[in-house]
């Protein structure tokens, strides 16, 4: 059985070993969350704050973040709620993790971290966690990188059938929205979530040691109940958190995005497959800086190619 002292540890010996001696493992209060982070650069720098998805964790920036650093920027990895070093601060706090939490999460983040203004970046979870508090704080985001476009969903109406072959992409929602889902994940969740690393990303041929050192993060305690409350939340089995109703009412309405931003897709993502204009992003972002499409790329773009990801943010953070 893995204790939480245990849990602990060996999450931050793995950030250590993914970032270096020149960054640190940290923790911060906010009012629902003691927030896991990595932080590395200049205290003094642009505060960069890098959002990791599902399945995944703070490693996913340990090749983007050294290079922001070194161009003097502060760059701050946070582990989402259910993941990594994160936890909840009270147990009788219900484990959801719709959009609204985890977009409030971010801001939250920024509120404890003082931080007025920042960079953001994330795909996955953490694009829709960015995207939220964009569209509701456009003045707390300077600049922002997306992965995959706008993914800002309207909780309240059914989700329209797609094609067959987009639908059998997204099986693990419909598993999950199961009872022998949630036992699945529960069971298997290691083996599970590097079946979609892989099904997701299917040129990206990463190691076990790669993956080993991200999934002991799949083992926090909350992560089961929140990734089932996200995936029946946002497919109208599950009910939302009451304070975030209003909230979920607003990004219903699918707003824009009011800040400069550029949109990086993955050629070989499995799960979002650029339109060939990129119409609709650009009527979805009316401040879009660029639309890229990183070919050799699939879902963990920030991992298969760094360099997109960090060469996107310095082209942000230099304007």
């Not at 250590?16 to 932080?39: C, H, K, M, N, W």
């Not at 003045?139 to 706008?150: E, H, L, P, S, T």
């Not at 993502?269 to 660029?290: I, Y």
Request: glycine share 6%; with cysteine.
């Amino acid at each position: 059985m893995i204790t939480r002292r245990d849990f602990l540890k060996s999450s931050s010996m793995a950030i250590a070993a993914g970032f270096g001696q020149t960054s640190s493992q940290r923790s911060i209060q906010t009012p629902t969350l003691d927030i896991g982070y990595v932080e590395s650069g200049s205290a003094g720098g642009v505060p960069v704050i890098l959002l990791h998805g599902f399945p995944d964790d703070v490693h996913a920036y340990d090749e983007v973040a050294p290079r922001l650093a070194r161009a003097g920027h502060r760059v701050l990895v946070p582990y989402l709620r259910g993941y990594g070093s994160t936890h909840f601060r009270d147990s009788r706090t219900p484990r959801m993790a719709e959009q609204a939490a985890i977009g409030q999460d971010l801001i939250d983040f920024a509120d404890a971290l003082k931080l007025p203004r920042f960079v953001v970046a994330g795909y996955d979870w953490g694009g829709r966690a960015a995207q939220v508090a964009a569209a509701l704080h456009p003045d707390r985001i300077r600049a922002a990188v997306f992965v995959a476009g706008y993914s800002i969903q309207d909780v309240f109406a059914a989700p329209r059938p797609a094609a067959p072959q987009v639908e059998s992409a997204f099986w693990y929602q419909w598993y999950f929205n199961t009872d022998r889902g949630r036992a699945g994940l529960a069971q298997n969740r290691r083996a599970l979530c590097k079946l979609l690393w892989q099904q997701w990303s299917p040129t990206w041929k990463f190691s076990d040691a790669t993956y080993d050192q991200t999934s002991p993060s799949f083992d926090n305690p909350d992560f089961v109940d929140c990734v089932i409350h996200s995936y029946r939340h946002r497919n109208l089995n599950a009910k939302g958190d009451p304070q975030f109703d209003a909230v979920e009412r607003q990004l219903a309405m699918r707003p824009k995005i009011e800040v400069p931003a550029i949109l990086l897709y993955g050629a070989d993502d499995a799960l979002a497959r650029p339109s060939a204009d990129g119409t609709a992003d650009r009527n979805q972002f009316p401040k879009l800086v660029d639309r890229r499409i990183v070919a050799g790329a699939g879902h963990f773009l920030p991992r298969e190619n760094p360099e997109a990801m960090s060469s996107a943010l310095l082209q942000l953070l230099q304007a």
